[in-house]
T-cell receptor, first 115, second 111 residues
Framework: DTAVSQTPKYLVTQMGNDKSIKCEQNLGHDTMYWYKQDSKKFLKIMFSYNNKELIINETVPNRFSPKSPDKAHLNLHINSLELGDSAVYFC??????????????FGPGTRLTVT | SQKIEQNSEALNIQEGKTATLTCNYTNYSPAYLQWYRQDPGRGPVFLLLIRENEKEKRKERLKVTFDTTLKQSLFHITASQPADSATYLCAPLEGSYIPTFGRGTSLIVHP
């Protein structure tokens, strides 16, 4: 059983389009995250949800909107895609807040390419 | 500003040797420090956590040290194997809401 799953694995789209990435975890964790990993492999947090409430929003453009229908799901919707959005997006989950040392479990990533 | 530094150049070693990776941080006061492994095309995988009051932590062939005075953590893999080849990320954590990662160091173990 996959602990943290994401769909799709690859996403190729044109500038200006709107797209969504889905994430599900079956670990019963309270906290879920979205990270962006750029071409230089820098892993930067975008959002964190704890019990369906937004905890962090790290200077991410408002074209990005996270949606958590329940504790096991955290989806990422992106409006008006730009070339600079091309990256690998990782979903992760942890039992508690990651900044307090809780182990994070990462999904396989979604490689987004904007042309 | 806060900074996490890991060697950007790949570390190449021979099988059987000990690999040592370095994580330096500035303007952080981490209460915890984690190490993760990332293989190409995959998400990071948690390896070890060390707390600020612990000098050293071991798990099988892995050893992590944490020196809060030097603001440095060292990650050792003893008796390294080609299967250990991956990128290793450190994450100094201040006990806040925000988890942060270094860029990682690529380790290549040659048979």
């Amino acid at each position: 059983d996959t602990a943290v799953s994401q769909t799709p694995k690859y996403l190729v789209t044109q500038m200006g389009n709107d797209k969504s990435i889905k994430c599900e975890q079956n670990l019963g964790h309270d906290t879920m995250y979205w990270y962006k990993q750029d071409s230089k492999k820098f892993l930067k947090i975008m959002f964190s949800y704890n019990n369906k409430e937004l905890i962090i929003n790290e200077t991410v453009p408002n074209r990005f909107s996270p949606k958590s229908p329940d504790k096991a799901h955290l989806n990422l919707h992106i409006n008006s895609l730009e070339l600079g959005d091309s990256a690998v997006y990782f979903c992760a989950s942890s039992q508690g807040l990651g900044g307090f040392g809780f182990e994070q479990y990462f999904g396989p990533g979604t490689r987004l390419t904007v042309t | 500003s806060q900074k996490i530094e890991q060697n950007s150049e790949a570390l190449n070693i021979q099988e059987g040797k000990t690999a040592t990776l370095t994580c330096n941080y500035t303007n952080y006061s981490p209460a915890y420090l984690q190490w993760y492994r990332q293989d190409p095309g995959r998400g990071p995988v948690f390896l070890l956590l060390i707390r600020e009051n612990e000098k050293e932590k071991r798990k099988e062939r892995l050893k992590v040290t944490f020196d809060t005075t030097l603001k440095q953590s060292l990650f050792h893999i003893t008796a390294s194997q080609p299967a250990d080849s991956a990128t290793y990320l450190c994450a100094p954590l201040e006990g806040s809401y925000i988890p942060t990662f270094g860029r990682g160091t690529s380790l290549i173990v040659h048979p």
